[in-house]
T-cell receptor, first 115, second 115 residues
């Protein structure tokens, strides 16, 4: 089965630094997503992206966050100035369509630790 | 807003035991319901889904029935194996309020199956 790949698997950064989390979605998928899970909490939706623009974002996704599809294969999440509370597992996902019953394919995640 | 509540873990069972992981939801509209599984070191994978009331999703011996009257989608398996050890996430995706892009997850339940 095709896979979504995420790099790095673990990222450690200092508070206030910028980080970029990278994802390669499945090649024929059109919809892209970021989710995150803070330790012990629910997996939370951050943002969805389609046709080179954000289609929906959560309250968590404030001005410190941005997403980009810089070329035909990568999908990145940037955090401009990291805070301690940004420490979490970040999951990228992609799907072919946007129907309610659509299957999302997830990557294995990037564990972000902000010190 | 939409929400998912699932059984707190961890759950520890012996091989061949019966498994139930409870999941209830709140949604405005007619959500699709999902169980995702995360094996150690891997991303979230779709285990099964159901798209309307009374639908039963099934895969790899796991089953869950969409119960609209009790707003539940409990996961069951008659005889678990060591290889079923993973974290299980209940999730929904709703077509109401224009938010059909995002999955709403529960916290996840860690299942450990001992030989």
């Amino acid at each position: 089965e095709p896979e979504v790949t995420q790099t790095p698997s673990h990222q450690v950064t200092q508070m206030g630094q910028e980080v970029i989390l990278r994802c390669v979605p499945i090649s024929n998928h059109l919809y892209f997503y970021w989710y995150r899970q803070i330790l012990g909490q629910k997996v939370e939706f951050l943002v969805s992206f389609y046709n080179n623009e954000i289609s929906e974002k959560s309250e968590i996704f404030d001005d410190q966050f941005s997403v980009e599809r810089p070329d035909g294969s990568n999908f990145t999440l940037k955090i401009r100035s990291t805070k301690l509370e940004d420490s979490a597992m970040y999951f990228c996902a992609s799907s072919q369509g946007s129907a309610t019953n659509e299957k999302l394919f997830f990557g294995s995640g990037t564990q972000l630790s902000v010190l | 807003g939409d929400s998912v509540t699932q059984m707190e873990g961890p759950v520890t069972l012996s091989e061949e035991a019966f498994l139930t992981i409870n999941c209830t939801y709140t949604a405005t509209g007619y959500p699709s319901l999902f169980w995702y599984v995360q094996y150690p070191g891997e991303g979230l994978q779709l285990l099964l889904k159901a798209t309307k009331a009374d639908d039963k999703g099934s895969n790899k011996g796991f089953e869950a029935t969409y119960r609209k009257e009790t707003t539940s989608f409990h996961l069951e398996k008659g005889s678990v194996q060591v290889s079923d050890s993973a974290v299980y996430f209940c999730a929904l995706r709703s077509n109401s309020g224009g938010s059909n892009y995002k999955l709403t997850f529960g916290k996840g339940t860690l299942l450990t199956v001992n030989p």
